[in-house]
């Protein structure tokens, strides 16, 4: 069974800068492809970021490139996501994802980003 536990959320200024961290079980987490998804109220699922397996291909839209890095520890089955620049629109809850799109089904259970002054 896939257990994606993520943490690191929280509120924050515009400008300021949070790192999520996903701990990953029950599949082979070195050899997936993941993904970091976000979804704001009433809005469809958008990924902010994802990597391959082996961690040398990385994907972000124009919305957050620049801004997010995604990273994972092959060793440890853990998925980062360093976020900075953080802008309002960025409140989400966002989730680690298996990377399955479009629906990315296999998720956690989500950790809440608020930007806001």
């Known amino acids: 069974e896939v257990q994606l536990v993520e943490s690191g959320g929280g509120s924050v200024q515009p400008g300021g800068s949070l790192r999520l961290s996903c701990e990953a079980s029950g599949f082979p987490f070195s050899s997936s492809s993941m993904s970091w998804v976000r979804q704001r109220p009433g809005q469809a699922v958008e990924a902010v970021a994802t990597?391959?397996?082996?961690?040398?291909?990385?994907y972000y839209p124009d919305s957050v490139k620049g801004r997010f890095t995604i990273s994972r520890d092959n060793t440890k089955n853990i998925l980062y996501l360093q976020m900075n620049s953080l802008r309002t629109e960025d409140t989400a809850m966002y989730y680690c994802?298996?990377?399955?799109?479009?629906?990315?089904?296999?998720r956690g259970q989500g950790t809440l980003v608020t930007v806001s002054s």
């Open positions: 990597m391959t397996a082996s961690g040398r291909g990385t």
């Open positions: 994802a298996t990377h399955r799109p479009p629906q990315y089904a296999e």
